[in-house]
């Protein structure tokens, strides 16, 4: 039988992961075959789960193993942990992705589930795989499970603030369109983490037609517990809350929703009264005035600056070779066909677009560096 599937979507920083490893160990403790699948770029979804030990990423391996012409293999990014007391061990991915600044972490999750479907991950004798999703981006890799029905079921995590809710908003609105164009994925509901009571998240759950299936209150041992890399369903009071959780889902007792989220307007007006008047628009001369700019309207300015950036540009196309600046002159200035160009310049179309490659690379380089 293949995995069970649930994706995990929440905010950075609301206890995302904490719900999703206090969840793969108390479907561990119901003797579960389970893996957690981190899927975020800064890969510590699965740290309390191992211990502490953070897990080498599926994009760090496949790097390594790719610059030595090496397939990857499932025992390079795929761990367990057995845990005294528990029936089965817990499998932990990090997918990971490129450091700080230095690459999509979208591209990332999108490879690294490229990686995984090679491997088979979907006929693994896995009986849950939790995804833990980064949801406060509007990235399409990080709704791969969504767009691909990769995850069968979603769950949304949130608090009771603004900023949160509005993440949960925008991921029930994402696997609704998703829906509408043939997705499979189905919305289980919404868990609130550290619940204070407000009401809040529930008066949003209601709004928008969502189940609300758990409320974790606010617990210090419980944050102890995760900050030192062990697990909060250790405690009583937390353990029969994801226990009821973990057993609804296991026996299919919970109806998916139907929910579509809430627009905008219908959204903010949860939190107070909003003016439907327009937004009143900065005018040039406010922005100008002070600067003794004689254009009144900006107009001056920015041609200015326009064509100081289509001098310093031609002077980047002059440093290029006599063939990089024949081709490039061709296609990017008189918009020539690559087919035309190739013909023109008695090249192979191959070499044209190598050449008009080569052009642009180095003008970027000239012109950012000058």
Request: hydrophobic share 40%; glycine share 10%.
């Amino acid at each position: 039988m293949a995995a069970r599937t649930i994706a995990i979507y929440g905010k950075g920083g609301i206890g995302k992961s904490f719900t999703t490893t206090n969840l793969s160990a108390t479907f561990a403790l119901m003797n579960q075959r389970v893996l957690q699948l981190g899927c975020d770029p800064k890969h510590d979804s699965t740290t309390s789960l191992f211990g502490g030990i953070p897990l080498p990423t599926v994009t760090d391996l496949f790097a390594e193993k790719n610059a030595r012409n090496e397939p990857v293999t499932i025992s390079d990014i795929v761990f367990r942990r057995d845990i005294a007391g528990f029936p089965q061990p817990i499998y932990g991915i990090e997918l990971g992705g490129p450091q700080v600044g230095r690459g999509c972490g979208g591209r990332g999750i999108i490879s690294g589930f490229d990686v995984l479907e090679k491997l088979g991950i979907f006929k693994w004798d896995i009986d849950i795989i939790l995804m833990d999703f980064l949801g406060d981006v509007v990235c399409g890799g990080f709704a791969t499970p969504l767009a691909r029905s990769l995850s069968e079921e979603v769950i949304l995590v949130t608090n009771n603030d603004r900023q949160s809710i509005f993440t949960a908003n925008n991921i029930c609105q994402a696997n609704n369109y998703f829906r509408t164009i043939g997705g499979q994925s189905r919305l289980l509901g919404l868990i609130i983490n550290r619940d204070d009571g407000s009401g809040v998240a529930e008066r949003y759950a209601k709004a928008a037609g969502i189940t609300v299936l758990m409320k974790v209150p606010y617990n210090a041992e419980a944050r102890d517990k995760d900050d030192s890399f062990d697990f909060a369903i250790r405690i009583p009071a937390i353990r029969e809350k994801f226990q009821k959780l973990a057993e609804d889902i296991v026996n299919d007792r919970i109806t998916p929703c139907e929910a579509v989220g809430l627009d905008f307007m219908g959204f903010v007006r949860l939190f107070g009264e909003v003016s439907d008047d327009a937004p009143q628009p900065a005018t040039p001369e406010e922005l100008f005035g002070r600067k003794g700019n004689d254009s009144g309207n900006g107009t001056v300015a920015q041609k200015s600056a326009l064509d100081s950036d289509d001098k310093k540009m031609q002077r980047c196309i002059e440093k290029l070779t006599a063939e990089q600046q024949e081709v490039y002159r061709m296609a990017e200035q008189e918009k020539k066909a690559i087919s035309k160009v190739a013909e023109l310049t008695h090249r192979e179309e191959s070499a044209v677009r190598e050449l008009l490659a080569n052009a642009r690379k180095e003008l970027a380089r000239l012109f950012f560096e000058n």
